[in-house]
């Protein structure tokens, strides 16, 4: 297929996707499925329109969802405004580092013994395979920042966080891999102290910084100068400069785009605290200074000032960054679909029901004790840990720091197989539960009101 071939397909299958937006977030299948079934479609099963080898193109693919994935970091973080004293923050942080050490250890010991693959291998494995995806996770991430829903939250602040730890896990695994002899003390310090410590650290230092400091300067910028001008680069200057500065200095780029979200929410409130809004309708107070916002008049109930300035700020990173996010999120969706010709791997889809129904409910139920958390909150956390495009920049990132060998493209493939098996056992699982968790949730407010 022609250039003009290839514009009119993508073209068609946007006109597409545009016009059944509404039966899509009523109905079972999401977005990422169809283009999932798209990209499967054009690949070497059907039409055979494109072929793509993961490891031949490693290097772009690693690139393509390092990008992806900090954008959406960053989104999540700017989404996520309860305080972080808040229950749901501490909920998300069990779930990123506790239940995330449990899963990779739970994984790594069930591919182990069920492949027979090697220890440092089967940890590469649990390493990809564990956390969850910040970018397919907006199926059931806040939808904005007024969203307190203590699951969301939850699983928002989760899917933030867990680079922090599955990477320098997957480091660990690598380096032990394509090491001649067993890890030194040595290595394993550094490991400690350089790739986990500063890694986790820096990472949320550095971006938080950046993200108080540079939106602070914004707002300041455009309160000053009475500047109502839409300016779309601000998210994409606060993503690339926190990943890369974060990166430069050996810490988390990905942890960093989060807390640069994070950053800039913080300076948000603190300006709509100091300078609250009046002749507010009771429905608006307290509501994020974005909403307060009108983006075609752009202007605030009071006209001027520093909350004029940091809503359009805010919400001009939000417009931006959502569409960055998709768009992402939509081209990787299709080249995995395109992928899964050529690494389809059956014991993926065992190992796919080992980590959704055993080993990442056990790890969620396990590091969730004496949270005092309901039993049916906690099965759903559980249940909804989609993986997805974090892990697809894990298996990149694996094949450009010495991954290779035919035991190592079969725990490739079994990894591709069950990314897949995530996108659609929870996209078609996640409306029917929330809508279910939605209707226990409003029947007990009615019961409530009754009494």
């Not at 291998?121 to 995806?133: C, N, Q, R």
Request: glycine share 10%; hydrophobic share 55%; aromatic share 8%.
């Amino acid at each position: 297929m022609e250039f003009l071939g290839w514009t009119a397909a993508v073209g068609g299958l946007l006109l597409i996707m545009a016009l059944v937006s509404g039966w899509i977030h009523r109905g079972p299948i999401t977005a990422f499925g169809i283009y999932l079934v798209a990209g499967i479609v054009c690949g070497p099963w059907v039409l055979n329109l494109l072929v793509l080898d993961v490891t031949a193109y490693a290097p772009w693919i690693g690139r393509i969802t390092e990008i992806a994935m900090a954008a959406s970091l960053f989104i999540t973080g700017l989404k996520l405004r309860l305080p972080f004293k808040d229950p749901a923050w501490r909920m998300g942080i069990r779930l990123a580092f506790p239940a995330m050490i449990l899963t990779v250890a739970g994984v790594t010991a069930a591919v182990h013994w069920l492949t027979g693959f090697s220890w440092p291998l089967s940890l590469v494995f649990g390493a990809i395979v564990a956390p969850t995806d910040p970018v397919l996770a907006s199926l059931i991430s806040v939808n904005d920042a007024r969203d307190d829903d203590n699951l969301r939250v939850s699983l928002s602040s989760e899917a933030g966080m867990n680079d922090g730890t599955a990477l320098p896990i997957l480091m660990l695994a690598m380096a032990w891999l394509t090491a001649s002899q067993p890890p030194s003390l040595a290595m394993l310090g550094h490991w400690v102290l350089v790739d986990v410590a500063w890694s986790l650290l820096g990472g949320l230092g550095i971006g938080y910084g950046l993200g108080r400091f540079i939106s602070h300067f914004a707002t300041y910028l455009k309160s000053s100068r009475e500047d109502t001008v839409p300016n779309d680069f601000l998210a994409l200057a606060l993503i690339a400069l926190s990943y890369a500065v974060a990166q430069g200095l050996d810490a988390s780029g990905f942890l960093a785009a989060f807390a640069a979200g994070v950053g800039l929410r913080r300076t948000e409130l603190g300006v709509i605290t100091r300078h609250p809004p009046n002749n507010l309708a009771e429905q608006d107070w307290g509501a994020p200074a974005e909403v307060l916002v009108n983006p075609n008049r752009r202007h605030t109930p009071e006209g001027e000032g520093p909350l004029r300035s940091v809503g359009l700020v805010v919400s001009d990173a939000l417009s931006f960054g959502d569409t960055m996010e998709r768009l992402f999120a939509a081209g990787i969706i299709l080249l995995l679909g395109v992928t899964l010709a050529l690494h389809w791997q059956a014991m993926g889809l065992l190992m796919a029901a080992i980590v959704f129904l055993i080993v990442r409910p056990l790890s969620v139920f396990v590091a969730t004790i004496g949270t005092g958390v309901p039993r049916m909150h906690r099965a759903m956390i559980g249940w909804l840990g989609i993986r997805g495009i974090g892990s697809i920049n894990y298996i990149a990132w694996a094949y450009t720091h010495g991954l290779a060998g035919q035991e190592a493209t079969r725990m490739a493939d079994m990894a591709f197989t069950l990314i897949v098996a995530s996108v659609v056992v929870h996209g078609v699982s996640v409306s029917p539960l929330m809508s279910w968790r939605q209707a226990r949730i409003t029947a007990a407010a009615d019961q409530q009101n009754k009494r």
